[in-house]
């Protein structure tokens, strides 16, 4: 099976439905989360994250500031 590799931050500027954070702590994606919702008017959410060392702690920053806000997360995936 082949993996494809990908430059993230080339995906993001091309495509107006991904948005990305640096950093890979609950923190730094903590404030993301309430802002989407708040701010972007986001209600439900789809998640792709890497399984690195960092990954999940990076995705639940971003969903736990979401479901606190009154999000829902959909589906999680993990590449």
């Known amino acids: 099976m082949q993996r494809l590799e990908a430059n993230w931050e080339t ?7 991904t948005w990305m954070a640096n950093g890979g702590l609950i923190q730094n994606t903590y404030p993301l989360g309430i802002y989407a919702y708040k701010d972007l008017g986001y209600r439900k959410v789809s998640a792709i994250y890497p399984e690195v060392a960092g990954g999940p702690d990076f995705f ?3 969903k736990k500031g979401f479901t606190e806000s009154g999000g ?7 590449l």
């Open 11 to 17: 995906m993001a500027l091309k495509n107006k439905w």
């Open 60 to 62: 639940q920053g971003f």
């Open 72 to 78: 829902k997360v959909i589906q999680e995936q993990v």
